[in-house]
């Protein structure tokens, strides 16, 4: 039996990038931290809010790769002559990773009270229309 995908199906052409885009995302594998919140702020603009409490924003980098908005965080290893009798709080690192689509663009980024913002926007495209001439063979 053949198996049907987007990349083969006769009235998808052009498609077989979104399939390959779902697959990597399926393989990200993103843990729970940090905890984040996407929200639709208008028509065409979103924020993603990240809780990264005891980051400041230069253990923060936020790239744009590939169709990707990747944000790393690593905080440095201040414990040096430190004796903890407890340590709850781990300066651990991470990497969160949201597809964007095509015509989203990344915006400003605002560190607030321990949430990091980031604004995107979509950028409507334009209606085209396009004649196409037949020529003989």
Known sequence: MTKLTLGTHPYLLGFDQL?????????????????FNIEQTSQNSYR???????FGE???AITVEDQQLVIR????????GRVFLHRGIAARQFQRSFVLADGVEVGEAVMENGLLHVDLSRIQPETVVQTINIRKG
Do not use: F, H
């Open 19 to 35: 399939e390959r885009l779902l697959e990597r995302n399926a393989k990200s594998g993103n843990e729970g931290y940090p905890p």
């Open 48 to 54: 993603i809010t990240l809780a990264v409490a005891g």
């Open 58 to 60: 230069d253990d923060l």
């Open 73 to 80: 965080g690593r905080q440095s290893d201040d414990s040096e």
